[in-house]
């Protein structure tokens, strides 16, 4: 076994350090160009294989600490050591999601049984911290519109398939701002409620430190037949969630719920919150 097999056995067994593979290949480049200029400028005098790599040990070590602090300070590794602490600082992703001036994501539902016939695959959602607009696809083709607004507290469905439309009152009943569906409270309502926090977790090749709660106050408390769960993994290098699950059951039905494809801090163009309702189609409000 050569020098470079036997340093390839130390970065392997003695760090505690998850790359990719692009990234590993260059700080292992890096080393060994390290371990090579060590081995050039040695005495010359003669030195059995063994002697020479126990000499030259400490230097090996101080080149890796070298290049896993440069690499540390280019964001190319992941360090993932029992003893690790969390990269995540949950306060700061609350501020920075409440402080989002808007944000887009892609929203799928499965309830069983069906009894609110949806009959959409997913929607895509654009939210601002007072109004929403809500597309709900069926393949590829959006089949229903809602649109949403705090403010005035009035909402429009556009129903594509049976060419019809409804506007809505919600007076008092509706909040200044969106309720459990609204994912600029989301972080908030988690570290409101009881909690765990999950380890690392690499989604849509994000990295990504999550956290969980069974705590039925996260859906707005009450004493629901089986015990609820929500998940929020939000990405190490931004701080913004990146996939939000969650599970329940209520109106006697099991809710599935899934939002991912976020795109936080997003400045929404005033048109996307106006209702656009096609000729001819047909007001069936009650």
């Known amino acids: 076994m050569n020098d470079n097999e036997k340093l390839r056995q130390i970065l392997t067994k003695d760090l505690d350090v998850r790359a990719s593979d692009g990234a590993y290949d260059r700080m292992l480049h890096a080393v060994l160009e390290e371990h090579e200029s060590t081995r050039r400028t040695q005495s010359a005098k003669t030195l059995t294989i063994a002697g020479r790599f126990v000499m030259k040990k400490p230097m090996i070590r101080f080149a890796i600490a070298a290049v ?32 989002s001036r808007g944000v887009i994501f892609r929203m799928t539902e499965h309830i069983v049984p069906d009894t609110y ?5 997913f929607t895509v959602n654009h939210w601002s911290s007072t ?34 439309y409804v506007k809505m009152t919600f ?7 969106f309720g459990m569906a609204d994912p600029n409270s989301m972080i908030q309502r988690f570290l409101s409620c009881q909690h765990k926090e999950l380890g690392p977790k690499t989604i849509a090749g994000v990295l990504c430190e999550g956290m969980e709660t069974t705590d039925p106050a996260f859906y707005g408390g009450g004493n629901p037949p089986e015990p609820p769960m929500a998940r929020v993994w939000v990405s190490v ?50």
């Open 171 to 177: 007076e008092k009943t509706m909040p200044d701002r």
């Open 68 to 99: 896993i602090v440069a690499a540390v300070i280019l964001g190319l590794l992941e360090f993932i050591g029992t003893g690790s602490k969390s990269a995540v600082v949950w306060a700061e992703v609350a501020q920075k999601v409440n402080a």
């Open 237 to 286: 290098e931004t701080g913004y969630p990146v996939q939000f699950e969650g599970e329940r059951v209520y109106d006697e039905a099991h809710h599935t719920l899934v939002q991912d494809q976020f795109q936080w801090d997003t400045k929404l163009d005033a048109s996307l919150f106006e209702p656009n309702i096609p000729a001819g189609y047909i007001d069936i409000s009650p």
């Open 131 to 164: 109004q929403s607009r809500l597309d709900g696809y069926k393949g590829d083709k959006i089949i229903k519109t809602i649109w949403t607004n705090c403010n005035t507290k009035t909402g429009t469905l556009v129903d594509h398939y049976h060419k019809s």
């Open 117 to 121: 016939e949806q009959g959409v695959d």
